[in-house]
């Protein structure tokens, strides 16, 4: 059974820096690509960052391209997101999802979500 | 970037109705369009993948169908659990990956 478990949540005040990781088991984590995917709240989707499945390719919407670095570790089969220079529309439910091989992002499991507030 | 707009934003509709619900696309996304649902305090849970497969575990009556700009997601007979909100995805042309801004389905 796929299980994503994200945890590094919580409050941070604007410019500060979190680290979220998502842990990841029931398949083989070095075969697919990842995702973070994060909810406003009361709003909608929005993609954050995805990785390849060798770790050498990593893409990021622009809002936070060059403030958050998307990265994994296969030896704890875990997926990362350092998130630097926080703003307040950054706060949000943040999960991450596995998705197909190669740039296949086929979304098709999710984590139970972890939350993050970014707030004074 | 790719613009999703779903449509309706609400849909209201009784147990064993037939449930209709639009996705447009602001240009072509061949057929590189998902469905997710998502239930109060749940993550998206994935329905429907390029148009029209149906993802692991996910009941017949759920079925996807379009091409190009124009998709649908037709639940046949709603179920009771099936009252939540549905949002489009697509993967054609990232990043970023878009989706849409959701359609609430509710018991009326």
């Known amino acids: 059974e796929v299980q994503l478990l994200e945890s590094g949540g919580g409050l941070v005040q604007p410019g500060g820096s979190l680290r979220l990781s998502c842990a990841a088991s029931?398949?083989?984590?070095?075969?697919?690509?990842m995702s973070w995917v994060r909810q406003a709240p009361g709003g909608g989707l929005e993609w954050v960052s995805a990785?390849?499945?060798?770790?050498?390719?990593?893409y990021y919407r622009d809002s936070v391209k060059g403030r958050f670095t998307i990265s994994r570790d296969y030896s704890k089969n875990t997926l990362y997101l350092e998130m630097n220079s926080l703003r307040g529309e950054d706060t949000a439910v943040y999960y991450c999802a596995k998705a197909g091989r190669g740039t296949n992002m086929i979304l098709d499991y999710w984590g139970q979500g972890i939350l993050v507030t970014v707030s004074s | 970037e790719v613009v999703l707009t779903q449509s309706p934003a609400t849909l209201s509709l009784s147990p064993g109705e037939r449930a209709t619900l639009s996705c447009r696309a602001s240009?072509?996304?061949?057929?590189?369009l998902a469905w997710f649902q998502q239930k109060p305090g749940q993550p998206p849970r994935l329905l429907i993948y390029d148009t029209s497969n149906r993802a692991t575990g996910i009941p017949a009556r759920f079925s996807g169908s379009g091409s190009g700009t124009d998709f649908t997601l037709t639940i046949s007979s709603l179920e009771p659990e099936d009252f939540a909100v549905y949002y489009c995805q697509q993967r054609f042309s990232w990043p970023p990956l878009t989706f849409g801004g959701g359609t609430k389905v509710e018991i009326k």
């Open positions: 240009q072509s996304v061949n057929n590189y």
């Open positions: 029931g398949f083989t984590f070095s075969s697919y690509a």
């Open positions: 990785v390849g499945e060798s770790g050498g390719s990593t």
